[in-house]
């Protein structure tokens, strides 16, 4: 049997060696934590980003708008989704780095545990096999005062060693359980990082066929308002050179040798701002130069009135019809001449009610509203022309 010296400096380095253990509690890293939280507030801004675009895109389908504001709109959408997976694939790193952390520290804490019930095992039989009376023994076979201090801290050192071992194991079964129940969570946190990333992975796929389709568009688009523009230029000099021939003809007429003083125009200068309208409605563009949606730009020598098809249309002022016919995309045009240079202008007509030459008397019908344009809504397109060139017909209309 080992000397009581010997013995009491074993169990006292062994008990330190515990207690020293018992502090030693293996557990997650803050810095792991506080990563996987940043990464997770950055995922969700990323994502409130996207969302104000979404429904930014759902305000511009339910209005008229340039097709380019919906491609941009898309392509800030697939940033925002492509940041997203960036941001998953991050999330994903961190999240295996924890698993791996967690599994070694569950390991760590699963071989500890081994080891100490082993310690408490071999213990218990230990103290079997001494039996109850073991420490009275001890402490009365003491052969000085001494040797009874040495023999009471050794039992002290003992149980104190004991105690401490049984701590450390509840400790490890507690961190076990943690570990366990955290490995799980962090499973689950990558099981649902590898969904989202496929959702986020058809997102941008779908995202991917909406910019094509956007851009085909838009290309589409942008032919037909070219084309448009050029069939309106077009139509916009046949007009001219129509009116400007009327003109010539009247201007011949006047200069003519014994020619009957020519009539006073029936629109006079004391009309201005009072002329009755030709058709009650909204305006839906204005005279002059105009910058549409997609940022092309259109020259308007009247202005358009929105009205039901098929509401009458009036002449505003007496004059003799010079033309009654198609003109381009005018459409169904009457022209009204009113003497002195002065003329009416009346387009987008679904019907028109008088022939070439007829005379018409002030809020006579002419015609009714119709939809020539298949980009704008059933209206009128009224022009006045003074000596040719185009007037803004507003400053000649009473006001609403």
């Not at 940041?83 to 520290?105: F, I, M, P």
């Not at 023999?151 to 076990?176: E, F, G, N, P, W």
């Not at 946190?189 to 779908?206: F, P």
């Not at 009539?263 to 058709?279: C, Q």
């Amino acid at each position: 049997m080992e000397p009581p010296a010997q013995n009491l400096r074993r169990v006292f380095l062994a008990a330190l060696a515990a207690m020293m253990l018992a502090g030693r509690l293996p557990a997650q890293t803050d810095s792991g934590e506080a990563k996987l939280r940043a990464q997770q507030a950055e995922l969700a801004k990323i994502r409130r980003e996207r969302e104000d675009l979404q429904k930014r895109m759902k305000g511009l389908q339910t209005k008229v708008h340039d097709i380019s504001e919906e491609v941009t709109n898309i392509d800030r959408q697939h940033d925002a989704t492509v940041r997203v997976v960036k941001s998953l694939d991050q999330q994903l790193t961190t999240l295996n780095g924890e698993v791996e952390h967690t599994t070694a520290n569950l390991v760590r804490a699963q071989d500890e545990v081994q080891i100490k019930q082993a310690v408490l095992r071999k213990r218990l039989v230990e103290i079997y096999k001494r039996g109850p009376l073991f420490t009275f023994e001890v402490m009365l076979s003491a052969k000085s005062f001494g040797d009874l201090v040495a023999r009471y801290k050794y039992l002290h050192l003992l149980a104190q060693r004991d105690r401490t071992v049984v701590r450390r194991v509840d400790q490890l079964r507690s961190q076990i359980i943690g570990q366990r129940r955290q490995l799980v969570s962090l499973q689950n946190g990558v099981e649902q990082n590898r969904v989202d990333k496929a959702q986020e992975a058809e997102r941008l796929k779908v995202l991917e066929a909406n910019r094509q389709q956007s851009l085909a568009k838009a290309q589409q688009d942008a032919k037909k308002t070219k084309n448009r523009l050029a069939e309106l230029a077009k139509s916009e000099a046949r007009l001219n050179n129509v009116i400007e021939g009327f003109e010539a003809a009247r201007r011949r007429a006047a200069g003519r040798p014994n020619a009957a003083p020519s009539a006073p125009s029936s629109i006079r200068t004391s009309d201005y701002g009072k002329l009755d309208w030709p058709v009650e409605g909204a305006i839906i563009y204005r005279f002059g130069r105009v910058v549409n949606p997609n940022n092309t730009t259109t020259r308007w020598n009247g202005i358009g009135i929105a009205a039901s098809a098929g509401t009458e249309v009036k002449s505003v002022s007496a004059g003799q019809v010079v033309l009654a016919d198609v003109m381009g995309t005018y459409g169904n045009t009457v022209i009204v001449q009113h003497g002195g240079g002065d003329y009416s202008v009346y387009g987008s007509l679904s019907r028109i009610q008088v022939t070439k030459g007829e005379r018409v008397t002030k809020g006579e019908d002419i015609g009714t509203v119709g939809a020539t344009d298949p980009s704008l809504p059933a209206h009128l397109h009224f022009e006045i022309r003074r000596g040719g060139p185009a007037v803004d017909p507003l400053e000649w209309l009473r006001a609403h």
